[in-house]
Every structure is written in structure tokens, then in C-alpha cells.
């Protein structure tokens, strides 16, 4: 039409920027619990979502260690001795761990009884003379039953893991969701993200067939998570500075109950305008 005008308007695609992390960079605390600062902010801009897309863990906590517990085996024989085994601190699969205590419970002198495993199925802690044993952290992860006098025990879905999952927290991150985070479990809390401790494929088996389940060996694996989940941002407030905390099921730090010396990780963040 005569005189009319086609007023063109040039649309911006919201902009996205990356915040990395790396736990080596903290200023204060350890890798399970620490705080970053810098003299400046750490980001800045008008965002409104941030969201974690990817976490490589450097997991280097034995699942055998004096710290969680894990690391004594006790049995009483029948009209003998008793005997408590305590292994090396280190990283150990289930059938690791069984001939490491069959090879002490052996090497023990006045007991009154020799020790083996019967390979199975289903795979056996055995002995010459019927025997208890004492309930401890690791004759929980094996799956023995406590406290029965007998000469076999069936090793029962032993699963040697000191954690299942462990999530990333950082109040000063999740402060504004409003969308809050809900779990099955009685300890809960607004979280990063949550790091499964299981692999991407089919685990290897030991020699008595049991899977070498992710924690057994020390790892270093990249994990992305797509979707991530996305929180609320408020646009007009910096990030300032970071704590970050890693805790187990239970709720507490991973690092009150083992030995985090030589745990390490990094993390990526994506905030986005829109």
C-alpha cells in the first residue's frame, strides 16, 4: 500500500557463557568442602538460568580404608580362637578381598581352623571347624551374616562401594530455585548435580564372577548431563563467591567419613540469558 513502511527489527538469540570449575583452584577446605574467592566477581551478566552440563571425577578414595571402617574382618571358631584381619588400605574387588582374608585368617596361629573359598556358584567363605562372625562394615558389604555358627557362608550380593552416589552442592548457586529438589531418601537437599557411581557399560567380572563395580579401582571419568537441570537466576545478581560441598546418602561430607586426600574434580556450568 502507498506510504506504508516495513520497520524491520533485528532479534538477538540469548547469549550463553561457560563457568568452570575446578576444585584444584579453591582457596580454602578440600575437595569435598571448599570455598573460592576472588578479587573480583566470578561471573557477571544478566542470566537467568544456570545449569550443570558436565563433572570429570579423580577418584582416588580406596573403598578399603580405616577411616569408613572397612578394613577389619573378624571371626570366632568354635572351641578355638579368634582372629581379626585387618587389610591394607587400598582399592579391592570382592574376590581381592576374600582371598586377602582367607590368606590372614591362615597365616593366624591358634585359631583351630583353616580357611578357604569354595568358587561356586554360589562363591563361600569356608572353614574346617564351624565359626561366627563379627558384625562389621565389611562383613556388611560382603553380605555375611553375623552371628550364626557354621562352617559355610555364602557371600550374598556383596557390593564393596563406600558410596552409591555422592551429590555436588552450593547454596550460594541453588539459592534462588524455587522449583526445589525432592528424593526418596530422608536426607535431601538442593543439589548441582548427582554423580551415580556406576559405569557406562557392562562391569568386568573378578575371578569368582563378581562385577568390578565403578569404586573398586581408582577412576577419572568424564560424565555429561544432558538435560541438565536448570536453575532459576535472579539477572541482576553476580556470582560471587563459590563454596562447594560433596555429600553422601546419608547427608554428610564425604570427607568426615573417608580419607579425601587425593580426590579431585572439575565441573562445567552453563548460565544463558533466556
Same mark, same amino acid.
Given at each position: 500500500m502507498s506510504g506504508d513502511r516495513i520497520q524491520r527489527v533485528q532479534i538477538r538469540q540469548p547469549a550463553t557463557a561457560n563457568l568452570m570449575v575446578d576444585s584444584a583452584d579453591r582457596t580454602s577446605g578440600s575437595a569435598d568442602?571448599?570455598?573460592?574467592?576472588?578479587?573480583?566477581?566470578? @561471573?557477571?551478566?544478566?542470566?537467568?538460568?544456570? &545449569?550443570?552440563?558436565?563433572?570429570? %571425577?579423580?577418584?582416588n578414595v580406596p573403598n578399603i580404608q580405616a577411616t569408613?571402617?572397612?578394613?577389619?574382618?573378624?571371626?570366632?571358631v568354635t572351641g578355638g580362637g579368634t582372629a581379626t584381619i585387618v587389610l591394607p588400605e587400598g582399592f579391592y574387588t570382592v574376590a581381592e578381598t576374600l582371598d586377602a582374608i582367607v590368606a590372614g585368617l591362615n597365616a593366624t596361629s591358634g585359631i583351630g581352623a583353616t580357611f578357604s573359598i569354595v568358587a561356586g556358584p554360589p562363591v563361600a567363605l569356608t572353614s574346617t571347624v564351624a565359626f561366627t562372625v563379627t558384625a562389621t562394615t565389611l562383613s556388611n558389604m560382603l553380605g555375611v551374616e553375623p552371628s550364626v555358627a557354621a562352617a559355610r557362608f555364602v557371600i550374598i550380593k556383596p557390593d564393596l562401594r563406600i558410596y552409591k552416589y555422592i551429590d555436588?552442592?552450593? #547454596?550460594? @548457586?541453588?539459592y534462588n530455585q524455587d522449583l526445589k529438589d525432592g528424593t526418596t531418601s530422608s536426607k535431601d537437599?538442593?543439589? %548441582?548435580?548427582?554423580?551415580?557411581? &556406576?559405569?557406562?557399560?557392562?562391569?568386568?567380572?573378578?575371578?569368582?564372577?563378581?562385577?568390578?563395580?565403578q569404586g573398586y579401582t581408582q577412576f577419572v571419568e568424564r560424565r555429561l548431563f544432558n538435560p541438565p537441570k536448570q536453575i532459576r537466576?535472579?539477572?541482576?545478581? #553476580?556470582?560471587?563467591? @563459590?563454596?562447594?560441598? %560433596?555429600?553422601? #546418602?546419608?547427608?554428610? @561430607?564425604?570427607?568426615k567419613e573417608t580419607d579425601v586426600t587425593f580426590l579431585d574434580w572439575l565441573m562445567t556450568l552453563q548460565v544463558s540469558e533466556d
Open positions: 568442602s571448599f570455598t573460592i574467592q576472588k578479587n573480583n566477581s566470578i @561471573l557477571n551478566g544478566f542470566f537467568h538460568r544456570i &545449569a550443570t552440563t558436565e563433572v570429570v %571425577l579423580d577418584w569408613y571402617g572397612s578394613n577389619t574382618f573378624t571371626v570366632a555436588f552442592l552450593s #547454596p550460594q @548457586l541453588t537437599s538442593n543439589s %548441582l548435580c548427582r554423580w551415580y557411581f &556406576a559405569w557406562g557399560q557392562t562391569p568386568d567380572l573378578d575371578t569368582y564372577g563378581f562385577p568390578i563395580l537466576w535472579e539477572n541482576n545478581m #553476580p556470582v560471587g563467591q @563459590l563454596s562447594f560441598q %560433596l555429600v553422601g #546418602p546419608d547427608g554428610q @561430607l564425604i570427607g
